[in-house]
């Protein structure tokens, strides 16, 4: 039995990666060298290394920094990685990579359609996400943010993509999101993203030790490589 807690500890402790990124990225135009280097991201970021270079990246796939490179390159022409940059705890200004293009791609809303199948629609989702079937339990949970909270199905939606983005994949975790958002006034999926994009930079900055920083301005120019 501790032998099985013991790996349960562990697997808990593992990146999320969205099921979504795994079966669409093909029809996102997605290349499967490309998609590595997006995992590599998003794990580097889990990690709190916000930035890494393209060594750091060949160091843990099969490619070479110079293809790396091209790679990142290419994922920014094609609107899914942006450069960005963040103030620290310290106010120092450091340029980070952000999935967020990819993820709005991915998690991108279609138009709401008030009928019934919509709201059905949500647990399939859940269902997809957690990789198991709902227990009754959970499903009576989403009936509850649906009639008693009255919570938009898109907005429900959202905090099950802002649990899966933080890694936090349970009920508990997205019925705080949803909370969280009823006392902050959000009300709409685009207040959602940009209430879930601040709040990932802010546990980023917390995440990241003083002595992780370095001058990341050393790194920029293999973007402009031909």
């Known amino acids: ?55 750091q990246l060949a160091g843990n796939v099969t490619m070479s920094s110079q293809e790396c490179s091209q790679i990142l390159r290419r994922l920014i022409q094609k609107h899914f990685l942006t450069i960005e940059q963040e103030k620290n705890e310290r106010q120092i200004i450091n340029e980070t990579y952000s999935l967020e293009p990819l993820w709005e791609k991915l ?56 649990a899966v983005l933080m890694g936090k994949l349970n009920f508990k ?21 940009e209430h879930g994009k601040q709040f990932r930079q802010g546990s980023q900055m917390k995440k990241a030790s003083p002595e992780s920083k370095r001058d990341v301005s050393l790194y920029y120019n293999w973007l402009e490589e031909e």
């Open 1 to 55: 039995m501790a032998k099985f807690q013991s790996f349960q500890q562990m697997m808990d402790k593992q990146l999320t990666v969205p099921s979504q990124l795994l079966t669409n990225y093909v029809s996102l135009g997605i290349q499967e060298q490309e998609l590595v280097v997006l995992l590599q991201l998003h794990r580097f970021r889990w990690e709190g290394n916000a930035f890494p270079t393209p060594e």
């Open 107 to 162: 998690f991108e809303e279609k138009t709401v359609r008030q009928d019934t199948n919509y709201d059905e629609n949500i647990f399939p989702l859940f269902e997809k996400e957690f990789g198991r079937p709902l227990s009754p339990f959970e499903i009576e949970t989403v009936s509850i943010w649906l009639d008693e909270d009255e919570q938009s199905p898109a907005l429900i939606k959202a905090a099950l993509r802002e």
């Open 173 to 193: 975790y997205i019925d705080r999101i949803l909370r969280e958002w009823s006392k902050k006034g959000v009300r709409t999926v685009e207040q959602a993203r």
